[in-house]
């Protein structure tokens, strides 16, 4: 099974990375956005703070009415693009690409003619998709092998081990707590050969937060294997639990941003990015990614990172806990 998961996980990177690395970079993060209505032969300042070194960063601006100019300069003030709209020609907006930004304050300045116009503009922070993926992909693995634990309670309640286990001298509780704790290592013992393939493929490693995206890693394994067992014990089906586990399989993973960047989420769906803001899966990968210095997060965004894995991971063992205590006897089980 093992050597398995490692074939498919080494092709998914040779077959779908290779592909990925040839892709334009994606929007991983909005960096700034704006509106402003200027009258005839009136200018208006956008500042864009880059505080990090990026792989690159995108400029989109718009006018309404395809008037007016628009001029980019660097931190040093220097001119770096200088564009014109055009209504006859079609050029109602104008991008603006810039690979290795320097960090510092960028200014964007509008100016229409002698008509009043409205001008957009949005800047976001490119990355390379290969990188976002390969990451993404450890965390994906993570999350299958943790909740394979559900499917081992159908095998023990076929074979018998249930009565086994029950005649031993440890409470129900215990029980499901070292059910949990051993889906949750299991799947990080499972994986971490992978994580480690990973970090070979990115070349790249942020120490501190690796440390800690490893702790919610592993948190969410534990988390996972709960809600796993957690649905086992209430459905007590295996074929109804292998279908739900199916759906929610497609939930989880699209509905995050393991695959796909918030950013590029909201531009497509706002709805599909407000789902993905609530998906455990999503800041884990957040924070691995951080940790493996693909993309960077907040103090404050990693915080409420690490906080909503916790309170994954103890309401799905504490539920856990419970159901299993109640449902583990009285038969059912199919």
Request: proline share 3%; aromatic share 14%.
């Amino acid at each position: 099974m093992i050597i398995m998961r490692a074939i498919w996980f080494i092709s998914q990177i040779a077959l779908f990375g290779l592909i990925a690395s040839q892709m334009v970079s994606i929007p991983s993060q909005t960096l700034m956005t704006g509106t402003i209505h200027l009258q005839p032969n009136q200018t208006y300042m956008f500042n864009v703070n880059v505080t990090t070194s990026l792989n690159s960063i995108l400029i989109n601006a718009s006018s309404a009415q395809g008037l007016g100019g628009i001029q980019v300069y660097f931190p040093n003030d220097t001119l770096a693009r200088d564009a014109q709209f055009n209504s006859t020609a079609g050029n109602y907006s104008l991008q603006f690409g810039f690979n290795s930004p320097d960090v510092g304050l960028w200014s964007v300045k509008f100016a229409s003619t002698d008509a009043s116009s409205n001008y957009s503009l949005t800047t976001y922070s490119l990355l390379n998709y290969f990188r976002y993926y390969v990451a993404g992909l450890a965390v994906m693995t993570l999350y299958s092998a943790a909740i394979y634990i559900g499917f081992d309670l159908y095998e023990e309640a076929e074979h018998g081990v249930f009565e086994y286990l029950l005649s031993l001298p440890v409470s129900r509780k215990q029980l499901v707590l070292g059910r949990s704790i051993g889906g949750g290592v299991r799947a990080f013992i499972y994986v971490g050969p992978l994580v480690a393939a990973s970090l070979f493929v990115l070349d790249s490693l942020n120490p501190i937060a690796f440390l800690i995206s490893m702790f919610a890693l592993f948190l969410f394994a534990f988390g996972m294997s709960g809600m796993s067992i957690t649905l086992a014990v209430t459905i007590k089906s295996s074929d109804r639990f292998d279908i739900l586990m199916g759906v929610l399989d497609a939930f989880i993973v699209r509905l995050s941003t393991a695959m796909y960047p918030l950013a590029v989420l909201q531009a497509s769906n706002p709805v599909y990015a407000s789902l993905a803001t609530f998906n455990p899966l999503t800041y884990v990968s957040n924070l691995f990614r951080w940790g493996a210095a693909v993309t960077a997060l907040g103090g404050n965004t990693a915080l409420v990172a690490v906080f909503v894995v916790i309170a994954f991971f103890g309401f799905f063992t504490l539920l856990g806990v419970t159901l299993y205590d109640r449902r583990i006897e009285g038969g059912g089980w199919q």
